[in-house]
């Protein structure tokens, strides 16, 4: 499976290059791409015929080239060429934990989309399941992006660290904030922790409720709010807002019916201005989730009528803003 359409633009890059003498793309003619094509393509014996002769630094200079992001050795693992994959590591001696020009390992260019033969073979041949790229992130975030499950339980079994977290988080968070429930259980079952705090993201469950701001529908990221909540989730944490908060501010329905029901408190309220969740509701409109909420909320004094219609009087509405989160990346 691949799920982020490599292959398709391998090759589109591939046909500009020889159709164009330039634009910024490397030359066809010369050593390194040639290479390149050689390795993404599964020709062993131009690899060979090209590495022939050549010392360790030759080699290197070799592969010395960047294509989407990754060299020779990375793009193969990528595409899951393991016979390319076993002739750079075991006959031209390429080191197995090598990374691109921005860091990128084969292990996690192989994890990212998937690619079972590639992970298991880099991995029964010495691939580092921790190493960084320059970003931060390692194999089981690229496994988590895309919701692979077989890749990350074996990453998982082979040593990777459940909560090693880079700039946007741990594994956990990526899985909640792309909505892969298949990876999310898997995180758990080894014992992630689902209220670890990333600056950006939050934590997992606040993760998964903001993403729907980013076009991840409210019934996915119900999924993975029920999973991180049976596990452990602290429903009433703020960091800075609870995710009763950010349910109500996304206007997500389900998920605040979910969350009253698993306990969440009502009354702490926007951690911006303050605006307590009925109030936040009141000022979009939403009259169900005021209806939802009144129940369990007690009564603000700033709002003489405690009524649903009290509440939705425009003198009693506050301004309560939005709570902000840096939007994660759109997968690549």
């Not at 996915?220 to 609870?242: H, M, Q, R, W, Y």
Request: charged residues 20%; contains cysteine.
């Amino acid at each position: 499976m691949n799920g982020s359409g490599f292959d398709m633009r391998l090759g589109i890059e591939s046909a500009l290059r020889r159709a164009l003498p330039y634009g910024g793309l490397p030359s066809s003619d010369s050593p390194q791409t040639a290479f390149f094509d050689a390795a993404t393509e599964g020709d062993l014996r131009r690899l060979r015929e090209l590495a022939s002769g050549k010392d360790a630094k030759e080699k290197a200079w070799l592969a010395d080239v960047s294509i989407q992001g990754l060299g020779p050795f990375q793009a193969a693992a990528r595409l899951g060429r393991v016979d390319v994959c076993r002739c750079m590591v075991e006959e031209l001696g390429f080191d197995i934990n090598a990374g691109s020009k921005i860091g990128v390992t084969a292990l996690s260019a192989a994890a990212l989309d998937g690619k079972m033969d590639a992970v298991r073979y880099l991995l029964d041949h010495g691939a580092d399941p921790n190493k960084k790229d320059d970003a931060g992130s390692v194999p089981l975030h690229c496994a988590a992006k895309f919701g692979h499950d077989e890749a990350a339980s074996l990453l998982l079994s082979r040593g990777a660290s459940v909560d090693i977290a880079y700039f946007h988080g741990t594994p956990l968070h990526i899985a909640a904030a792309y909505g892969k429930t298949s990876v999310i259980k898997v995180l758990l079952e080894h014992h992630a922790d689902p209220n670890k705090v990333s600056e950006v993201l939050g934590t997992p469950l606040v993760a998964t409720l903001h993403a729907t701001s980013e076009g991840l529908p409210e019934s996915i990221s119900l999924k993975c709010a029920k999973l991180l909540v049976e596990t452990g989730a602290d429903i009433n944490f703020t960091n800075p807002d609870t995710p009763l908060v950010v349910a109500t501010t996304h206007g997500l329905t389900d998920c605040i019916k979910y969350l009253l029901k698993a306990g969440a408190d009502p009354n702490i309220p926007n951690s911006h201005c303050g605006a307590m969740p009925i109030q936040i509701a009141a000022s979009c409109g939403r009259r169900k989730h005021v209806e939802l909420l009144f129940p369990l909320t007690s009564p603000i004094r700033a709002i003489s009528n405690w009524t649903v219609e009290g509440i939705l009087a425009p003198q009693s509405v506050a301004s309560p803003g939005m709570s902000k989160m840096t939007p994660i990346l759109k997968p690549s």
